[in-house]
């Protein structure tokens, strides 16, 4: 699987910017005086090489762009999803295929022009067909403006996010909302998550960092989760379920015997249940939180039993 820092992605700037920027070093980096005296051939010579240096620099730039963002198909499964969940992959792949697409009109168009400007009869001819190439170029860069604002907002979503190894040593809390996960992370890790006393404080998913017996581990905090069908989860939800299905990670349950989080403790350990085929084949420790009451059952693997309602646990 390919690893992507994704905090390492350029700026994507907006079309009217991208056009501005590159227009404006055409200027500077290509010859900016020609003469009507001049040898056709100089003529011509003279629009082409702008005409070229323009489209050199749009595929560039779009290239540029297209490689830093990840491809689906190519990262971690944990990533993939979760990507899905926040920003819906069609509508990502399609901003990158609209790109992708824009670059190829833009060097189709590069090529008509050097056609034509190779039969240039005239300065005023030759400048005029300059004038179109750029202008047809600018066209199709401006009509991308919407796929260009989207995946600058991805860009900015994705040096948020925290970063997570699938491939590492992971302790994976989750329960229901205001059960304490995060506290327990705060604890245990140099993590400072927001702790609040009332439902869904962690929008998102947190890692903190802990060394046990001279190894380190990575500790996950996920948002809440509701006892509910699959297809009724919201996005705050899905992360959690994502992390609890692809990350290869010690599960820890984590249960308010207070019942203070406005839960009973019934349906803390029915929804144990329901979530436990998401981890059906990797350790799992149940910790129970309460005022002066911590209590912790194991299990590891497929031999891990279900967890009982109430006293019977």
Not at 48 to 62: D, G, P, R, W, Y
Not at 292 to 308: K, L, P, S, T, W
Request: with cysteine.
């Amino acid at each position: 699987m390919a690893s992507y820092n994704f905090k390492s992605i350029t700026v994507v700037p907006p079309s009217k910017d991208l056009v501005d920027i590159i227009l404006s070093k055409t200027q500077r980096k290509t010859p900016t005086i020609i003469h009507k005296h001049y040898q056709i051939s100089r003529i011509r010579s003279f629009y082409i090489k702008k005409v070229k240096f323009t489209e050199s620099n749009l595929s560039e730039k779009l290239t540029g762009i297209l490689g830093e963002f990840p491809k689906i198909e190519d990262i971690h499964p944990f990533y993939a999803d979760l990507m899905n969940i926040l920003y819906d992959k069609d509508h990502y792949k399609l901003a990158l295929g609209q790109i992708n697409m824009a670059k190829h009109l833009i060097s189709n168009v590069a090529k008509d022009y050097v056609r034509l400007l190779k039969y240039g009869d005239s300065l005023y001819r030759c400048k005029q067909l300059k004038r179109a190439a750029l202008g047809r170029m600018c066209t199709i860069i401006k009509r991308q403006n919407s796929s260009l604002l989207y995946l600058e907002q991805v860009r900015q979503h994705l040096g948020r996010l925290p970063s997570i190894d699938p491939n590492t040593r992971t302790l994976l809390l989750f329960g229901f909302p205001n059960v304490g996960k995060s506290s327990f992370v705060n604890n245990v890790t140099r993590a400072n998550v927001e702790v609040q006393p009332y439902a869904f404080t962690t929008k998102s998913l947190y890692v903190g960092h802990t060394d046990y017996q001279y190894l380190r581990w990575q500790v996950i905090d996920t948002p809440g989760i509701l006892d509910k069908p699959l297809e009724d989860r919201n996005t705050i939800e899905m992360q959690a379920i994502t992390a609890l299905a692809h990350l290869r990670a010690c599960v820890i349950c984590v249960l308010d015997i207070t019942e203070q989080c406005g839960y009973s403790l019934q349906q803390q350990c029915e929804l144990f249940n329901n979530i436990k085929p998401l981890f059906a084949n990797k350790p799992q420790h149940c910790r129970f939180c309460g005022p002066g009451h911590h209590a912790e059952v194991g299990g590891a693997g497929e031999g891990g039993g279900n967890v009982g309602g109430g006293g019977s646990v």
